[in-house]
C-alpha cells in the first residue's frame, strides 16, 4: 500500500502480509495517541482476542511526541518520546494480539489543522478492511486532538459511502467520561480484567511520566459499572460509556457541531426537569 505519510507503518504481530491482516478486520479503533486505543477501545480488543473470526486493528494518527513526560522521562527529546511511543504502541498489539496496528506518525499540528492526507490514508484503511464495530473519539471530548481525530475519521467514512457503510460507529470516553450522557451506549468491558491492566501498563513513558492512567483508566470502568443505576444491582464488573455516532454516517449532512449539543440539551432538560419539582 502507498501511505500519504512518509512516516506510516502496518505492525502485524502474526506477520501475516498488510493486506490480509487488514482484510480480516472486524473491529476498527482510530485514535489520536498511542495509549488512546487501549484506554477507548477495550470493548473490541477483549472481543477479539484468541479469536479466529473476530480481529481488532489500531490505528494510531499522531507520534505523540510532544507528550507530558517526567520521572525517567523528562529529560528525552520529542523526536526521542516518539519512538518511545510507537514502540509501547507495538507492544500493546502484541500483548492484546492485535490483527493489525496502524502507525501513522502525523504530528499533532497536523491532525487539527485538518490535513487532507490524513483523509485518505483513513480512506484507503477503511476501504480495505470493511471493519463492522468502529471506535472513536467522543465529539465531546475534551482533548482537541482527540476532537481532530473523531472529525477526520468521520470525513473519512463519509467519503467511503455508499460502498461501504459499517454497523456500528461509536465514540468513547477518554479525557472526558460520558456518564452525563441521556442516551448513551453501554460497552461491557469486564473480561480479561489482567489483559486490560497489561495493555494500560505497556506505556511505561506516560504512567512512570506522572499520569497513572493504569488506575484511573480501570477505576473509572468499575465506576461506570456501579453508579449506572441506583436502583438496580450492577450486572457487568467493569463498563465504559460511549455516544452512538451513526446518525453522522446515515446523514452525511448531519452537523457535529449540532448533534453533539442536542446531546447536551438533553442533558440540560433532565437536569432542569428533576430539580423544577423540588425548586
Not at 501511505?3 to 478486520?25: G, M, Y
Not at 516518539?82 to 492485535?98: D, P, S
Not at 448513551?184 to 486490560?196: G, I, R, T
Amino acid at each position: 500500500m502507498e501511505w500519504k505519510s512518509p512516516n506510516c507503518e502496518v505492525f502485524v504481530p502474526d506477520h501475516v502480509s498488510d493486506d490480509l491482516a487488514l482484510a480480516r478486520t472486524t473491529h476498527l479503533c482510530i485514535a489520536a495517541h498511542p495509549d488512546d486505543i487501549e484506554i477507548m477501545a477495550y470493548h473490541g480488543i477483549q472481543h477479539c482476542f484468541r479469536q479466529s473470526e473476530a480481529w481488532f486493528t489500531g490505528v494510531t494518527l499522531t507520534q505523540g511526541a510532544k507528550s507530558p513526560r517526567g520521572g525517567p522521562y523528562a529529560a528525552k527529546t520529542d523526536q526521542e518520546m516518539a519512538k518511545i511511543r510507537r514502540l509501547e504502541q507495538k507492544k500493546a498489539a502484541f500483548v492484546g494480539e492485535y490483527g493489525a496496528q496502524v502507525l501513522m506518525g502525523y504530528s499533532s499540528d497536523q491532525l487539527k489543522s485538518g490535513y487532507e492526507d490524513i483523509v485518505q490514508d483513513l480512506i484507503q484503511i477503511l476501504t480495505k478492511s470493511k471493519p463492522k464495530t468502529i471506535y472513536l473519539h467522543s465529539p465531546a471530548d475534551k482533548h482537541e486532538t482527540h476532537v481532530a481525530a473523531m472529525a477526520v475519521a468521520i470525513q473519512a467514512l463519509r467519503s467511503c459511502l455508499p460502498a461501504y457503510r459499517p454497523e456500528t460507529v461509536v465514540g468513547c470516553e477518554v479525557w472526558r467520561d460520558l456518564d452525563w450522557l441521556e442516551e448513551k451506549v453501554a460497552l461491557e468491558v469486564s473480561q480479561a480484567p489482567h489483559l486490560a491492566q497489561a495493555l494500560i501498563a505497556v506505556f511505561d513513558s506516560q504512567i512512570s511520566g506522572g499520569k497513572r492512567y493504569d488506575l484511573a483508566t480501570l477505576g473509572r470502568r468499575a465506576a461506570n459499572s456501579v453508579y449506572h443505576s441506583a436502583y438496580q444491582a450492577s450486572h457487568a464488573d467493569a463498563l465504559t460509556w460511549a455516544i452512538d455516532l451513526m446518525p453522522l454516517i446515515d446523514d452525511p449532512a448531519l452537523n457535529i457541531l449540532e448533534f453533539t449539543l442536542a446531546k447536551v440539551d438533553q442533558f440540560k432538560r433532565s437536569i432542569s426537569n428533576r430539580l423544577a419539582r423540588w425548586s
